[in-house]
């Protein structure tokens, strides 16, 4: 019996949420104490399976910097803070800040939690004047729980936090603190164990995760939407998508010892020229979603590229793009099967949820040998990508006994081989394989760039980005000429232009426009342009007053809509 390759990967990302000597905002550090050690440990209990770890730069980054203590988290400040201390200003914080988490899976499966919450929401009155010191004492210590991976919440101190439940004490605090950096520490030598015994393989993303295609070329975007509104100017910097390929690859060297094989681009969004930036800068292998394929297929030399494959069977196989810089495999994620771990299954039975993924895997591999016979396996694989710790709260026990189940139940399948995206790379006949002559570029989400460009405070954000762009390269290029001062003034144009780096990733243009909500919305608008600011500030540059205001203000000026939401003259 010949199996079905699976190839598994859980994409970890945090954007870069420090400015400064400040985070601030604190997603990296509670996803770290709930889910980046807590995923790595579920492979470890089960090293009979195996997967593939995405972990983006930006992120370690900051786990690194927490762990140094030389930037202030807010959050994470009052989590130790003597209750006793408390101010109004702080009280109010603590109200605003110490609730965010998923009601019912997480702050209902305390009692002490949940009537914290309910005092806080459901009571009605000034909240602050309901609350005693213990309360406080005991908010502090919930969330941190709330933010702590279910294997730890079994160990010691968590466990008898947990079943202390209220009543907690300074000294709890600081304990639970201890403990919570402890397994923060372990994040990365984890990792780097695992990949060293080969159960998993660990792959990069550009460094701040930018979307690729935009950076070398904003007009990819008519790729797939042809008459999408474009910004003012023409943003066209391939040298930073370079600069971003370059510091994560070496960034990983650093970390893990081993240059990485694989690149999963921010984002799934991948372009031709992008192919070939990849490929040069020495990755084997990259990804995105079935429907960036789908859109690809639709040409008539990649139909043709597809050989006896059905056109409806091609997610299931690597493809070979040719590049300038020789062979580079891309795969392309089930959407479905993907969305089914991320989305679908939250609220399912454990066991229920991973026999109808187990089902799903196996009826596609009956649908191949049934197609073309049983050994197409030789060459098949399936590429299930998705986000690896955003689902997991919405889950019984953060996911714990779904993750168990499915870790425990495809290694025990027979007619189911999960492998590293590497390992079919290195075991595949290339000979057999579909060539992809040319890629329509496209994201993992509706396999076009919607979300990031086209709509007016997108636009808006291009063009404030693609002005500072240009204010940079004209200050480097003065500072190649200088005569006295180079090296000095060298230093603070790398400076800068990490600042700018930052400022192009993709998470700020997430939360522009109506596409999503967040409570936090204004506050990645603003750790945009206060990257930039600091990019004119390290180049001693007057910062652009556009920079002063909210990006959703500047298309409600006069004036500035019809300029920034101009549609450009199609591509040629």
Same mark, same amino acid.
């Given at each position: 019996?010949?199996?079905?390759?699976?190839?598994?990967?859980?994409? !970890?990302?945090?954007?870069?949420?420090?400015?400064?000597?400040?985070?601030?905002?604190? +997603?990296?550090?509670?996803?770290?104490?709930?889910? %980046?050690?807590?995923?790595?440990?579920?492979?470890?209990?089960?090293?009979?399976?195996?997967?593939?770890?995405?972990?983006?730069?930006?992120?370690?980054? !900051?786990?690194?910097?927490?762990?140094?203590?030389?930037? %202030?988290?807010?959050?994470?400040?009052?989590?130790?803070?003597?209750?006793?201390?408390? +101010?109004?200003?702080?009280?109010?914080?603590?109200?605003?800040?110490?609730?965010?988490?998923?009601?019912?899976?997480?702050?209902?499966?305390?009692?002490?939690?949940?009537?914290?919450?309910?005092?806080?929401?459901?009571?009605?009155?000034?909240?602050?004047?309901?609350?005693?010191? !213990?309360?406080?004492?005991? @908010?502090?210590?919930?969330?941190?729980?709330?933010?702590?991976?279910?294997?730890?919440?079994?160990? /010691?101190?968590?466990?008898?936090?947990?079943?202390?439940?209220?009543?907690?004490?300074?000294?709890?605090?600081?304990?639970?603190?201890?403990?919570?950096?402890?397994?923060?520490?372990?994040?990365?030598?984890?990792?780097?164990?695992?990949?060293?015994?080969? !159960?998993?393989?660990?792959?990069?993303?550009?460094?701040?995760?930018?979307?690729?295609?935009?950076?070398?070329?904003? =007009?990819?975007?008519?790729?797939?939407?042809?008459?999408?509104?474009?910004?003012?100017?023409?943003?066209?910097?391939?040298?930073?998508?370079?600069?971003?390929?370059?510091?994560?690859?070496?960034?990983?060297?650093?970390?893990?010892?081993?240059?990485?094989?694989?690149?999963?681009?921010?984002?799934?969004?991948?372009?031709?020229?992008? *192919?070939? *930036?990849?490929?040069?800068?020495?990755?084997?292998?990259?990804?995105?979603?079935?429907?960036?394929?789908?859109?690809?297929?639709?040409?008539?030399?990649?139909?043709?590229? *597809?050989?006896?494959?059905?056109?409806?069977?091609?997610?299931?196989?690597?493809?070979?793009? /040719?590049?300038?810089?020789?062979?580079?495999?891309?795969?392309?994620?089930?959407?479905?099967?993907?969305?089914?771990?991320?989305?679908?299954?939250?609220?399912?039975?454990?066991?229920?949820?991973?026999?109808?993924?187990?089902?799903?895997?196996?009826?596609?591999?009956?649908?191949?040998?049934?197609?073309?016979? /049983?050994?197409?396996?030789?060459?098949?694989?399936?590429?299930?990508?998705?986000?690896?710790?955003?689902?997991?709260?919405?889950? @019984?026990?953060?996911?714990?006994?779904? *993750?168990?189940?499915?870790?425990?139940? @495809?290694?025990?399948?027979?007619?189911?081989?999960?492998?590293?995206?590497?390992?079919?790379?290195?075991?595949?006949?290339?000979?057999?394989?579909?060539?992809?002559?040319?890629?329509?570029?496209?994201? +993992?989400?509706?396999?076009?760039?919607?979300?990031?460009?086209?709509?007016?405070?997108?636009?808006?954000?291009?063009?404030?980005?693609?002005?500072?762009?240009?204010?940079?390269?004209?200050?480097?290029?003065?500072?190649?000429?200088?005569?006295?001062?180079?090296? /000095?003034? =060298?230093?603070?144009?790398?400076?800068?232009?990490?600042?700018?780096?930052?400022?192009?990733?993709?998470?700020?243009?997430?939360?522009?426009?109506?596409?999503?909500?967040?409570?936090?919305?204004?506050?990645?608008?603003?750790?945009?342009?206060?990257?930039?600011?600091?990019?004119?500030?390290?180049?001693?540059?007057?910062?652009?007053?556009?920079?002063?205001?909210?990006?959703?203000?500047?298309?409600?000026?006069?004036?500035?809509?019809?300029?920034?939401?101009?549609?450009?003259?199609?591509?040629?």
């Amino acid at each position: 019996m010949t199996p079905i390759k699976l190839c598994l990967l859980w994409h !970890q990302h945090q954007p870069y949420y420090r400015a400064g000597d400040r985070f601030l905002m604190p +997603w990296a550090w509670l996803h770290s104490t709930k889910d %980046y050690l807590e995923m790595a440990q579920h492979l470890e209990r089960h090293p009979e399976m195996h997967a593939t770890i995405n972990l983006v730069p930006s992120l370690l980054k !900051q786990i690194e910097e927490y762990l140094a203590g030389n930037a %202030y988290d807010r959050v994470v400040d009052f989590m130790t803070k003597d209750a006793d201390s408390l +101010w109004s200003g702080d009280q109010v914080f603590m109200l605003d800040n110490f609730f965010i988490a998923h009601r019912e899976e997480v702050i209902d499966r305390s009692p002490r939690y949940r009537e914290l919450y309910e005092k806080a929401y459901f009571r009605g009155g000034d909240r602050q004047s309901q609350f005693d010191t !213990q309360d406080y004492r005991d @908010l502090a210590v919930h969330y941190s729980l709330a933010w702590t991976g279910e294997i730890s919440r079994t160990q /010691e101190p968590f466990k008898s936090l947990v079943d202390k439940d209220r009543n907690f004490t300074e000294d709890d605090k600081q304990a639970l603190m201890r403990a919570q950096i402890e397994n923060v520490r372990k994040i990365i030598p984890l990792h780097r164990d695992l990949l060293n015994s080969g !159960q998993i393989e660990l792959t990069t993303t550009p460094f701040y995760h930018p979307i690729l295609p935009l950076l070398v070329d904003s =007009m990819s975007a008519r790729e797939a939407m042809p008459n999408v509104p474009l910004p003012s100017a023409q943003f066209k910097a391939p040298e930073e998508a370079i600069r971003q390929l370059e510091m994560c690859r070496a960034y990983y060297k650093e970390k893990f010892g081993k240059d990485p094989q694989g690149l999963w681009p921010s984002e799934g969004s991948l372009s031709q020229d992008v *192919l070939t *930036l990849v490929r040069k800068n020495g990755f084997l292998w990259t990804a995105s979603d079935e429907a960036v394929l789908n859109n690809s297929i639709d040409s008539h030399e990649t139909k043709a590229a *597809l050989k006896s494959i059905k056109p409806e069977h091609g997610k299931y196989f690597p493809w070979k793009a /040719e590049t300038s810089d020789g062979e580079l495999i891309v795969f392309f994620r089930d959407h479905l099967l993907s969305d089914d771990i991320g989305f679908t299954y939250q609220k399912w039975n454990a066991r229920d949820a991973v026999e109808n993924f187990k089902g799903n895997i196996l009826r596609i591999r009956d649908d191949l040998i049934e197609a073309y016979g /049983e050994e197409i396996l030789d060459d098949a694989c399936i590429s299930v990508i998705l986000d690896g710790e955003n689902c997991w709260e919405f889950y @019984l026990n953060n996911g714990f006994e779904f *993750l168990d189940t499915l870790y425990s139940t @495809l290694a025990s399948t027979p007619e189911i081989s999960p492998v590293t995206f590497s390992n079919v790379v290195a075991t595949s006949n290339k000979a057999n394989l579909p060539i992809l002559p040319q890629i329509v570029a496209g994201s +993992w989400i509706d396999a076009n760039f919607n979300i990031w460009i086209g709509q007016t405070e997108d636009n808006i954000a291009w063009d404030v980005l693609a002005q500072a762009k240009s204010a940079f390269d004209s200050a480097k290029r003065h500072a190649e000429s200088m005569s006295e001062g180079k090296n /000095e003034r =060298m230093t603070q144009i790398e400076l800068a232009h990490e600042e700018l780096m930052i400022a192009e990733g993709s998470d700020w243009w997430w939360w522009y426009d109506d596409d999503h909500f967040s409570s936090q919305k204004d506050m990645f608008d603003e750790l945009f342009r206060m990257h930039l600011r600091a990019m004119y500030v390290k180049l001693d540059l007057t910062v652009p007053a556009n920079l002063m205001q909210q990006i959703s203000s500047l298309k409600k000026s006069d004036g500035i809509i019809h300029k920034y939401g101009a549609m450009q003259p199609a591509a040629s």
